[in-house]
């Protein structure tokens, strides 16, 4: 029986200004996965390493928080380009590898918008 390996992916937050901010890195992922699984793989990540900080005061409830992720992205709070390519669908499978280009663009409502 063949096991996957899964790679280590690069994710880069930018604003959508444009600005790069925080970059993430993603091991264990499948190559190929669906952008709602990048998104709740990415989630639980984050919260694991924020509740593991011993100066937090509150523990974060990662399925909370990927709900919160998912919900925001169907309000289009913000979008997710995979090597330039605008990726529309939650369910949409990805053909990752470890070179892809993954960003994450946060949109900011703009005052009275």
């Keep these: 029986m063949l096991r996957r390996v899964g790679i280590t992916v690069k994710i880069v937050d930018v604003s959508g200004a444009g600005r790069v901010g925080t970059t993430t890195l993603l091991e264990g992922v499948s190559s190929r996965i669906t952008l709602r699984d990048l998104v709740l793989t990415r989630v639980r990540d984050e919260v694991a390493r924020f509740n593991a900080a011993p100066d937090k005061q509150r523990h974060l ?17 913000f979008f997710v380009l995979v090597d330039d390519r605008q990726v529309t ?3 949409e499978e990805l053909e990752l590898t470890a070179d892809s280009d993954i960003r994450f663009v946060h949109l900011i409502q703009l005052v009275g918008g």
């Design 61 to 77: 409830d990662w399925e909370r928080q990927a709900d919160r992720a998912i919900e925001a992205f169907g309000r289009n709070g």
């Design 89 to 91: 669908e939650l369910d």
